[in-house]
């Protein structure tokens, strides 16, 4: 007897904070659920890491949301009253901070090693992401608890009631909740 069950939603938004895994999480999903994957920061990000004016952004959001089904990942509050209205659950990957710090640390030497590409001609820099203020590891302490009481404060709201929430707080939540439905 197969005791696993389908995944319902078609309209999904991943959060957390930087590192957290959203990218990754949100492609994984919209591969398992064949659905379109809207990677928030290649919204935002141009060329030599400059980025789009808010209008663009919510422009380039509202398109890439119209549609009938999607995953969407990013923090990005300047398009949340377009992404979330439009979604039917939330997965919140709410990790503790330092296991935050240690997969940001391997996913930016793994970048800088491999020179990967990112959103366009972009690829992470080793000096700017450990010793400037442009460092995604400051950005990562200075939101953490932040994030944590806008989430928590966002999912409880009565705007969002009609929202499925997921809030996982370890990997092995996450992969076992993957594990019950795919």
């Known amino acids: 007897m197969n005791t696993m069950i389908t995944f319902p939603y078609r309209r999904i938004c991943v ?6 895994g959203k990218s990754m999480l949100a492609s994984e999903l919209a591969r398992r ?3 379109p994957y809207v990677e928030l920061d ?3 990000w141009g060329p030599n890491w400059t980025h789009c004016t808010d209008e663009e952004m919510r422009q380039r959001a509202d398109e890439a949301t119209r549609d009938d089904a999607w995953v969407v990942d990013g923090n990005y ?3 949340r009253d377009l992404t979330w209205p439009r979604a039917e659950a ?4 709410d990790y503790p901070l330092p296991l935050i710090l240690w997969r940001l640390w391997k996913r930016t030497w793994k970048r800088v090693l ?3 590409n990112l959103w366009g001609t972009n690829k992470e820099r080793l000096w700017p992401q450990f010793f400037s203020k442009d460092s995604l590891f400051l950005w990562a302490l200075q939101t953490y608890r932040r994030r944590k009481r806008t989430y928590a404060a966002l999912i409880s709201a009565p705007e969002y ?8 707080k370890t990997p092995c939540e996450t992969e076992a909740w993957l594990r019950s439905w795919a």
Do not use: D, P
């Open 15 to 20: 959060v957390g904070t930087t590192g957290s």
């Open 33 to 35: 659920l064949q659905l």
């Open 42 to 44: 290649a919204l935002h």
């Open 77 to 79: 509050g300047i398009i």
């Open 90 to 93: 939330v997965v919140w990957l």
């Open 114 to 116: 491999t020179k990967e």
């Open 161 to 168: 009631a009609s929202l499925k929430v997921y809030h996982f």
